[in-house]
């Protein structure tokens, strides 16, 4: 069964930036597409950035749009997001995701496999 483990997160001040890791185990995720959502207290986890494949057309979230960029390396089995000119309001607990290819639709899509989250606090 899919496994998912974040890390990467940590405090940065704003302005600052950070590459977030997912490794997975237990399958390859050549046949899975992938998503990172992130999530507030209190809030809804919500889509970030999603895509179906390395060549596949990327998603972003309008806030984070040219200040984050996803990524994947099969290979390594591993899934980036690399995260640019961090404000305050990103600020959350990041996820990553993975659903297969047949039943992908974006970021909305039904993900059934998650990881337990990496902490991203931005501060001065």
């Known amino acids: 069964q899919l496994r998912l483990v974040e890390s990467g997160g940590g405090l940065v001040q704003p302005g600052g930036s950070l590459r977030l890791s997912c490794v997975a185990s237990?399958?390859?995720?050549?046949?899975?597409?992938i998503g990172w959502f992130r999530r507030v207290p209190g809030k809804d986890r919500k889509g970030i950035s999603c895509i179906c494949s390395s060549d596949g057309v990327a998603i972003y979230a309008a806030s984070v749009t040219c200040r984050f960029t996803i990524s994947r390396d099969n290979s390594a089995n591993t899934i980036y997001l690399q995260v640019n000119n961090l404000r305050p309001k990103d600020a959350a607990v990041y996820y990553c995701?993975?659903?297969?290819?047949?039943?992908?639709?974006?970021?909305?899509?039904?993900?059934?496999?998650w990881g337990k989250g990496t902490q991203v606090t931005v501060s001065s």
């Open positions: 995701t993975a659903v297969p290819h047949d039943l992908y639709g974006g970021c909305d899509s039904t993900f059934g496999s």
């Open positions: 237990g399958t390859t995720l050549d046949t899975y597409s």
